[in-house]
Every structure is written in C-alpha cells, then in structure tokens.
C-alpha cells in the first residue's frame, strides 16, 4: 500500500467532506447574519434534499433531471415555512426560533418517515460519473468525489460573487454589517429575507442532494449534518461567510483524519476542537 | 496639599485608524467635581469608558487611588469605589426602582455564593439601597416599577443605581441628556448635594450646568486634552474659545 | 394581597394531597407516568433555573442528567455497587463536572452563542458515551438491579419498588422545588436576575456575572444529575439518546410550554408533555408528527406557556380572575410574573451593546 496515495485520498475526502459542511454553513450563517434567525431546521433541508434527490432519481432515471427538480422543489417548501412560520419570529427571542425551528424538525421528519420510510437508502452515482481515477496500482479515487468537490466550489464562487456583486449582494452585506441600514435605505426586508431564506434553504437542499450518492441516505442525517454545521459555524464566527469557509475545511480534515487516528472518539474530536478554538477565542475565529 | 484620586498616563483608544482618545494625561482631585468639556466626538465618552473599565485601552495607565487599574474588569473597579451612570439610560426595567437600587447596594456583600438567606434580610443592603434611592430624589417610587418612571426619573435612578454601590468616585456621562428645564435643576441640585462627599467627574453638554458646578474643567477637542482649568480660566482661555466655546456660542 | 380568596389554599393542599395520595388509588401504569413527569419536572426545574431565572438558554442540558445515568449504569453494571448513597453522590459529582467544563467554556458568551455552544457541548459528551465502547454502544444498557437503600443489612429504600420510587422521586421534587426558591430569594438569586434583564448593567454595578452564571451552571447541572439519577432508576435503561440535543429541546419545550421563570411552569409543562406523548403514541406511529405540531403551535400562539395567559386574564371577572390569582400566587411567591415578555421591554434592556 502506498502511504502517500492513501494520505493524498484522506486530504481529498477531507476537503470533500469541508466542502459540503460549507454549502450547508454558509446558509446556516447568512440565515442568522442578515436576518438574526437560528435555524436548527437547516439541517431538516439537507436531509429533504438528499431523499428528494433518491425520489426523482428513481423516477426520472436521470441523477442531473433530479438535481434540477429537487432545489426549486426544495427552496419552494422554504419559502412557504418562512412566511407561514419564520416571518413571526424575527422580533422574538432567539429561544422560540430554537423551539419553533426544532418543532419543524419534528415535523419534517415524519413526514420524510411517512412518504419514504426509516429505511436506509442509497442513491446510484450518475453513470457519466461513475469512473475512478488511479492513483497507484492499489489505490483509486473516485471521480464523483471530484465533482462534488467541483461542485461545491462552482456553488461557492458564485455565491460569493452574487455577494460581491450584484445589488441583492449589496443588500446582503448591508444588512450582516448593519440590520437597520436597511430599513434606512428603503429596501424591501421581506423580499430580501425571502430571498436569503430560500438561498440559505437551496444550499442546504443541493448539498444533500450532491452528496447522496457517495454517502447513505438515513433519517438522523440532518441531525448529524446541522451539529457539524453549527461547529463550524461557532468555530468561524456567526455570520461570517470567511469564517464559515475556513472552519468547515479545517472540521473537513480534523473529522477526516480523526476517524484516521482516533476511530474510537472520531466523534468528539470535532468537538474537542472546536471547545479548544473557543477557549482561544470565545467568538469564533472570524468575528467581526 | 490636594490629593489625587484617580489619574491617567498618556491614555489612547483607536477604534481601526481613528484615534478616539489619544494620550491623555489627566489628574483628578480628590473631593473636587471635574466636568470634561467637548463637541461631538471629542472622545469624552471614550475616556469614561476607559475609566469605568467598559472599554479597555490600547496604551496608558489608569491609577486609582494610587493603584494601577488598568487592566481591572469593570466589576472589580466598581468594588474599589468608582461607580457610573450611562449617557442612555441604562437600567433594569422589569423592577422595582428599590430593587434596581438594590441591585447595586448588594455589591458591597463580603462574597459572593449567599445563597440561603433571603435577600430582603440583609438589613445593611436594605438601608444602602433606600439611602440611594432617597439621595437621588425617588423614595416614593421605591415601588414603582422601572418601565413606568418618566424620562427625568429614569436618569434618576440610574444615578441612584451608582450610589447604592457606595462609590467614592463618581463617573457621570451626561447626567441631564434629554431633561426638561425643572427636571434639569433637580439633579443640578443631586450632583452639588453629592459633591459634599464625593469626587464627580462629569461630562456633560449643558454649559450653565458645568460652570454652576464644576470646580475644574478639561476641554477635549479631538481626542486629546487642550486646556485643563479652573471654570474661571476656561471661560477666559483664547484656544478654548476658538476651538470650541466661539463654535457654541455663535451657533 | 389581603383580599386573597381562602379557596386557593384549599385548593392547592387538595391537590397536593391527591398528588400524594395517587399510588395509593392510581392503576400502575398512570402512577408509573406520574413518576415519570416528576423526575422530567425536576429536570426541567433545573433548566428553568438557567433559562426563566438568569436568562441563559442551554441547549445541552441532557448531557448533565445523561451523564449522571450512565456513570450511575456503569456503576452497577460493571462494579456491582448498588448503594444507593454512593450512586447518588457518583450522579452528583458527574453532572457536576460535566457542567463546570460546559459552563466554563460557555459563559463567556451570550445570546446565540450561548445556545450554539451549549448544543455543540452538549454533543460531544453525546459522542463520548455512543462512541465509547466501554459505555455499551449507540443501544443503551440495561441495569442489573436497582439502588437499594440499606443500613445494617435492613433494606430502607428499595428503588425498584414503583410506589417507593414514586414518594422518593416526589420528595426530591418538593426539596428541588424548595432550595430552588431559597436560592432565587437569595441575593445570589437577585444577581441572576440582575444577568437575565440586564447583564452589562449588573456587571457595571459590581458583580462579577461570570461567576454567577458558571454557579449557576454548576447548580442546574447538579440538580440534573438528580433528575439523571431519577430517570435512570426509574427506566432501568439508559441509551445515548438520552443526553442527544433532542432530548435538551424537549426539556426546554417543557420549561416553555409550563411557563419559563416559575417553578411551578416546569412541572406543568412535564405533565403537559408527558400526557400529549402518551396519547398521540397511542394515536398513530408518527406521533412525533403531532408533538412537533403542538410545539410550532405553543411558540406561535403560547409564548408565556400555559401559566402565562391564565396568569394574563388578571383582568377579567369571575373565574377568569380567580384561576389568575390562583396562577399568579405561586408565580409572584417564586418567580417573575411571567405575562412579560422580553420584547415587550424598552430598547435600553437589550442589554449591553
């Protein structure tokens, strides 16, 4: 066995697995930087994205048609919840959006357990991608990885570059820097919190349903994903998008190479980080 | 021979690239009420921050009494006898205005794990927080509570909120901030009745007030200190009357 | 209060008396539901003392209780000691601990932090008993036997025992019930207060609220380790589940749905909860389904818990105005009165900016 290779697979399911934590942090940061909402149900749109990519898969027969169905399907359900629940949350405290968001929780996934089961499911990597690329005579990487990789860069330049931007750009970094600026300016609120909301939902939905092939579809795995989410979200300071990118690479690697050298606390390592980095530094490493 | 109560060494505060309060170098009297003048921005808020220990400075020295304070966090600074009001009130509202008091006079308890005997038996903090609450003006509001008090009150009670710690030093930042004329005299009155017994550093726009108590002024004019004086001499001072006193004069 | 009705003492003694007496009357099965709400009310009791008292919302409170279970399993399973007095301390101490080390980290922070921190904390101690196979796996364990206490060879208090059980885990909520409102009442309770509606301000007056609130960790952790004593000698059964954030939501979800800054809310909430799981169990699979419901409804339309509009209708006539007084006693006895929500204070109480 070839000791480089192996690393070499390591950093890049590392860097994977970071990848995907920032799609999901990034709307789980921008959701409470710009409109002071914790979302503990982000991870409940993971999990819907990933089951409704399993369901238009097996239906369509394409992976990319179900992609493309699943995330409007997905931001469409967001956007009811916000304006049937979110919308009388944003002056309360932050504790009935923690109950309100984990009632939702409760909800959504009943629902998932009625229309698909609690049965562990799996989804086919797309044929087109299906291949694997050699790395040494024993060791092989699966090209699908790459593209999530890929993908989740694609998602994270033109996220970043939407902010940088364009006017809603301008109105998302208006509103992190200051929530009043808004209202100052004559900007529409509701319509931006729609659109923040419904974005923040979208990536939570695609990164679920990118990564369904490579990992099981299985009823706790919102609930897995959100926590990690909110490590890396406490560890790069809430609401910083920079923060949120640097934390979930480093959480990618440390859980990866955790389960490495320490298979028998692989679980807490992520924690144990994140209590050192906040013992360091109790607002996380890119507070503003 | 005056003695010194509280002193600050080349005291500065940047927030970024603006300088807020640079090189400060201030000595206060013990016993003497000393009103720190400015415009807007001139960093006097700044400075009380520093002093109180709400903002920690990014060079210089704070002595109280002689020790050096600054590094201590504002609870322990406020244990060694340096209390503060707040420019917005500051104040809890859900209570009663005696529990608002009662709040600051419990401070003065030797420890802080007294967790079996009720508080309304601790007849020393009982008698420290009606003693404030009478000082500032509010006995008969003793039950009333916070939210309901008018603007004038609430500034009240926030300085009633200080004297129930028992301090020797008193920071007051703006005192009279948005009060009528009588509200106005009424605390006028407050701060020369507490200038009987303690030391006040004052900020405060209001210029009749300053100059009807204030023994010692400091101009400040962009962060740093221009001129530091006897009301008499400030009102003379050329450089304090073109920087600042001619702007407010002729506006 | 001089014109309080004398029809609300009575009433409380009447139902303090049934609550006492109901073992005794009761079918099996709703004494052993019984038991179950009093040990979910100490536990929500002592969240309650973080949440309602000093304004600090943990998300991680299961893994206090949890913890205390599992050394309390561990302890019977793997070294045989069945002593009763040695599992409680062992409980204590765990729980203890454990929210020092949480307590330590999170009170330096506030607000979301405070919550995001908590729920991440709260995970890891989750991880260390599923991952860690001495602890017995992602399953839970079973108990060998049951605390026992005894003095000379003469059994006194056999935990295993469902009507014993039952007046132990009572007592334990009556003496929680008790040092909590000595504790409220006591200046260290005045400073708590003081955090919760004003942080910056109190710490301006002198106190050192870090300090208070790691305190205050470490009590409400103690007490949980109780409640995780309790739960463990009442279930017979532990499982990581147990200290998981889902298990910390639903003890907040009690804490609110009673009425947050009572002591009696908690209680309330318990048997609220206990009841509605029960029945929508018997109901249908996916009664989660309907407990989730009911909790989006409770944040929407009952932010001040079931204490809280009964305590509200103050106003009113008849019988409105008695249950008031009725609600409003214990709640102005041993708390704030709860029909004040935050955001319905002035901007200045927003603490310090």
Known sequence: MDVGAYYLIQILNGVQY??????????????????????????????????????????????????????????????????????????????????????????????????????????????????????????????????????????????????????????????????EMVQVLGLDVNRLFMVVFGLGVGLAAFAGMIASPVNSLHPSMGDEILIVSFVVVVIGGVGSIVGAFWAAMLIGLADTFGAVFLPEAAGVVVYALMAMVLVWRPRGLFAG | MPETILETRDLSRRFGGLRAVSAVSLAFERGVVHAILGPNGAGKTTLINMLSGDLPPTDGKILFEGADVTGLPVHVRARRGIGRSYQKTNILPELTCLENCWLGAQARLPGWLNMVRPARRYRDVQARAERALGLCGLEARAGTQAATLSHGEMRQLEIGMMLATEPRLLLLDEPLAGMGVEESWRVIDLLKTLARDHTLILIEHDMDAVFSIAQRITVMVNGCELETGTPEQIRTSVAVRDAYLGEELAA | MSHRSPLLPLLFALVCIGIALYPLVGDAFYVRLAAKIVVLGILAMSLDLLVGFAGLVSMGHAAFSGAAAYVVAALINKAGVTDL???????????????????????????????????????????????????????????????????????????????????????CLVGTFVLLSVVLQSPFGQVLRGVRINEGRTRALGHDVQRYKLAAFVLAGLIAGLAGFLEVARSGFVSPAHLGWHESATVLIVVILGGMGTLVGPVIGAFALVFLEDWAAELTDHWKLIVGLFVIAVVLFLPNGLVGPLARSGGREGLGKALARLWNAPARLFGRTPAKRRDDLPQESAGDA
């Open chain 1, 18 to 179: 970071g990848f995907l934590l920032f799609l999901v942090a990034s709307g789980l940061t921008l959701v409470f930087g710009i409109m002071g909402i914790v979302n503990l149900a982000h991870g409940a749109f993971y999990m819907i994205g990933a089951y409704l990519a399993f369901w238009l898969d097996a239906v369509t027969g394409n992976f990319f048609l179900a992609l493309a169905l699943g995330v409007p399907i997905s931001v469409l359900l967001g956007l009811v919840v916000e304006r049937i629940g979110f919308t009388h949350l944003y002056r309360r405290d932050h504790l009935y959006q923690v109950l309100f968001t984990f009632g939702l929780i409760l909800v959504l996934g009943e629902v998932r357990s009625i229309l698909w089961g609690n049965d562990v499911h799996g989804v086919d990597v797309p044929p087109l991608l299906s291949g694997s690329i050699t790395l040494t005579d024993t060791q092989v990487y699966p090209v699908y990885r790459l593209f999530v990789s890929l993908a989740c860069v694609v998602m994270a330049v033109a996220l970043g570059g939407v902010i940088r931007y364009t006017r809603l750009g301008m109105m998302i970094r208006a509103s992190a820097s200051n929530r």
């Open chain 3, 85 to 171: 007095p040695t599992l409680l301390a062992a409980s204590l101490a765990t729980a203890g601990v454990t929210a020092l080390a949480i307590g330590w980290i999170s009170v330096r922070t506030s607000g979301i932090y405070l919550i995001m921190i908590t729920l991440a904390l709260g995970q890891m101690v989750f991880f260390f008993f599923h991952d860690v196979s001495f602890w017995g796996g992602a399953d839970g364990v079973n108990l060998d036997a049951k605390p026992v206490l005894a003095i000379a060879g003469i059994e006194l208090i056999d935990l295993s025992d469902r009507t014993v059980f039952y007046y132990v885990a009572l007592a």
